[in-house]
């Protein structure tokens, strides 16, 4: 299936949001993206590039700018979907009338989007050993030095989502609790997800 006709089946089968999507689309091809179907989403090319992701939501749609760290705000329209998300960033739609007011601000962003991807322009990720090592995780490992060499030996991906999510809780015993879950999953090299 190619392309045009993959979106066409993911818009006439979308539960909501399909007004929005068709005047995001025809936005979008208006700048000259190529479209295609990635990770279930309707997502938008330039020179096999990924720039921008259609995205629906059950509050709102958006449009998710792959680089989007590295764009000028200066409408302020730009959201973090997590704190935790470093590149990514979204514009926030709730109707259609919303996305026909602002479609010279949404194909300036999609513009400077493409200059990014023109220039080679990357996105500086925050390494590992950026992000803080529970006291928990620590413990486990002074008391399990496996464990400590099987997640050092996890991709750094992995890691970053051990970190995040041990991190996440509030309470000393929710995270010893989360370490302790995922004790044999790390020991046999697999994710958080995995």
Same mark, same amino acid.
């Given at each position: 299936?190619?392309?045009? &006709?993959a979106i066409?089946? #993911? ?7 399909q007004e929005? #999507?068709? &005047? ?6 208006? !700048?000259s993206?190529?479209?295609? +179907?990635?990770?279930g *989403?309707? !997502?938008y ?5 990924n720039?921008?992701?259609m995205?629906?939501f059950?509050?709102y749609? %958006?449009?998710?700018f792959v680089?989007? %760290?590295?764009?000028h ?5 730009f959201t973090?979907?997590?704190e935790?998300? $470093?590149?990514?960033? &979204?514009?926030? /739609?709730t109707d ?5 007011k602002?479609?010279p601000?949404?194909k300036a !962003? +999609? &513009?400077?989007?493409?200059e990014v991807? *023109? =220039?080679g322009?990357?996105?500086e990720?925050?390494?590992t050993? @950026? #992000?803080p090592l529970p006291g928990?995780?620590e %413990?486990? /490992? $002074?008391e399990?030095p496996a464990?400590? =060499?099987? #997640?050092k ?7 970053r989502?051990?970190l995040?999510y /041990?991190?996440a809780?509030k ?5 010893t ?6 004790? $044999?999953q +790390?020991?046999a090299?697999?994710?958080l997800? @995995?």
């Open positions: 299936m190619d392309g045009k &006709q066409d089946d #993911f818009i006439d089968h979308a539960n909501t949001w929005e #999507f068709r &005047q995001l689309r025809t936005t979008l091809l208006d !700048c993206l190529k479209e295609e +179907i990635k990770w *989403k309707p !997502c090319t330039f020179q096999a590039n720039i921008v992701i995205q629906g059950k509050e749609c %958006a449009l998710l680089k989007g %760290a590295l764009l705000d200066p409408e302020g329209i973090k979907q997590t935790n998300v $470093q590149a990514a960033r &979204q514009i926030r /739609f259609a009338q919303e996305i026909i602002m479609e601000i949404l !962003c +999609i &513009q400077e989007a493409i991807e *023109k =220039a322009l990357k996105v990720y925050k390494k050993a @950026d #992000f928990e995780l %413990a486990a /490992f $002074q399990n464990l400590q =060499a099987a #997640f030996s996890l991709t750094p991906g992995r890691q989502a051990y995040l /041990f991190s809780s309470q000393a015993k929710t995270r609790a989360r370490i302790e879950k995922y004790r $044999q +790390i020991l090299g697999k994710g997800n @995995d």
